[in-house]
């Protein structure tokens, strides 16, 4: 799940994450109130945040992933698959509607993944979520049949992801659409103010099952969210560092609201494997053993965060417990002589931000200099234009980010993030082997077979040092007791239609 901006703020695990569900109490017990950061988009095809945010609420697809994360029909009522695995039959629910009352039809789905898929659309997501497809059929007005090009076991999965959300042919013409969108799920949009509120109101013609909230509200002149929790005016609150220890005193008044889970995030810093030096493997190695990642987390994360043992996350399926690139500042110096590195040529670390570099990039840069004596220089991007600079390929040697699973398969890391054609390969790692091993993985039916297949691949990558891997993230938030059916998730779900709220 590439959801730049918000995914940042979730490693640091302080307020203003709609994957956590960061809300606030409002006038009445059917509203939410979620601090939150302005949107970059409201167009499934071009969002880089997940199903939890407000285009899950807006926008729905055929399937989603349940608070179990398990796949579960939502705008499809359930599916056929071919005995060979390449074809899938959906049977659209008879009720569902977009906001506006017209009957949703196999059309609609049909027109919305070909519309992402479109170049002129610009999706940055569309290839690595819907890239399997290779036919769309509307059979009927509720009958949909697509074929991929070979079976893949996630295949479902993927189509929980934005991307894949349905939209209304009838109005993504009008360049002011996402201002008034026409989507078929839970919630509808009743007002945008930039910067400042985005709410949103029950769609009361919703096919699935509700919960009592009637309205979400977003907002986004940021507060002081602990302290309005412990006035009861928030029910639930992203917490780390000193806080996380306060919640953690039994003494303390909201100690039993806590609930954490390992967020199935990795934080690392990118390696530009095509701009020398990091073309070779023994200065991508050298700046592996020259972080000390165990400080660095404690320091920035305290109890929020695990230091790396490679890319998969604890809780993935095939993650491996591994003694990975130990701090040796010897060796690290040792791997970039032998290199021949010039070090008095000075690199550049491309980050996010307005005017200060952050935490991450600021302890790297500073413990790399003196390790290894080399000169690195920081370069700013705007936030709002830091994904797509990386999708572009504009970075410098260094570049930081992180990657949260949209669905529990080790594929959603490995193969989205480092096979040479991949979109999110923005370090431009490349090895065919690698390549051929990630193909095979992606088809083999056999569960074990295919952790198997996909540890293997792990290895090797973190052999080739194609990243640094810094940590994994641990979700801790506050609950208050009047939230009912709210689930702290690993991954961002859509779920304030499955929720009470009480007095």
Avoid at 335 to 364: K, N, R
């Amino acid at each position: 799940m590439q959801r730049w901006t918000l995914f940042l703020l979730l490693l640091l695990l302080i307020g203003c994450n709609a994957t956590l569900g960061l809300l606030t109490q409002a006038q009445s017990a059917e509203t939410v109130t979620l601090s939150s950061g302005q949107p970059r988009t409201l167009d499934p095809a071009l969002t880089f945040g997940d199903a939890g945010d407000v285009i899950g609420l807006v926008f729905s697809g055929v399937v989603t992933l349940d608070q179990n994360m398990q796949v579960q029909p939502d705008l499809a009522v359930g599916w056929d698959v071919s005995d060979d695995g390449t074809q899938y039959t959906f049977f659209l629910h008879p009720e569902a509607r977009f906001h506006d009352g017209r009957d949703l039809t196999a059309a609609d789905v049909k027109f919305s993944w070909e519309r992402a898929l479109d170049p002129a659309t610009g999706s940055d997501t569309a290839v690595t979520y819907l890239g399997d497809i290779t036919n769309i059929e509307a059979l009927d007005t509720k009958v949909l049949r697509v074929t991929i090009d070979a079976p893949k076991p996630y295949f479902l999965a993927k189509l929980t992801y934005p991307v894949a959300f349905v939209v209304d042919q009838q109005q993504v013409n009008d360049p002011t659409w996402e201002r008034t969108p026409n989507g078929t799920g839970p919630f509808q949009l009743e007002t945008w103010r930039d910067d400042v509120l985005i709410e949103l109101v029950k769609n009361d013609d919703y096919y699935g099952v509700q919960g009592n909230v009637a309205r979400v509200r977003y907002e986004m002149d940021g507060g002081l969210s602990l302290s309005r929790y412990e006035l009861d005016e928030i029910d639930v609150v992203g917490i780390g560092g000193s806080t996380l220890e306060r919640a953690r005193d039994p003494n303390e008044d909201f100690s039993a609201d806590l609930r954490t889970i390992p967020s199935l995030c990795t934080t690392f810093i990118g390696l530009n494997n095509t701009l020398p030096p990091f073309d070779d493997v023994r200065v991508r190695q050298a700046f592996n053993y020259a972080l000390d990642k165990e400080r660095i987390t404690e320091g920035l994360y305290r109890d929020g965060a695990l230091a790396s043992n490679g890319v998969l996350p604890p809780g993935m399926p095939g993650f491996v417990v591994r003694d990975v690139y130990p701090f040796n500042p010897g060796l690290a110096r040792q791997l970039l002589a032998e290199s021949g590195y010039d070090m008095s040529q000075p690199l550049t670390f491309t980050s996010s931000g307005y005017s200060d570099v952050g935490g991450l990039p600021t302890a790297a840069i500073s413990m790399w200099q003196e390790v290894l004596g080399v000169q690195i220089e920081a370069e700013l991007i705007e936030p709002f234009n830091y994904a797509p600079r990386l999708y572009a390929g504009e970075m410098g040697h260094f570049f930081n980010y992180g990657w949260c699973a949209d669905y529990v398969d080790p594929q959603n890391f490995l193969d989205i993030l480092f096979h040479s054609r991949s979109p999110q390969n923005w370090g431009r790692f490349a090895n065919p082997t690698i390549d051929a091993q990630l193909e095979a993985a992606r088809i083999e039916p056999d569960v074990q077979t295919r952790l198997q297949q996909y540890a293997n691949v792990e290895n090797q990558i973190i052999d080739e040092a194609a990243y640094v891997f810094v940590s994994h993230g641990i979700a801790s938030i506050l609950v208050q007791p009047r939230v009912q059916g709210y689930v702290l998730t690993p991954v961002g779900i859509p779920q304030w239609h499955r929720v009470t709220v009480g007095e």
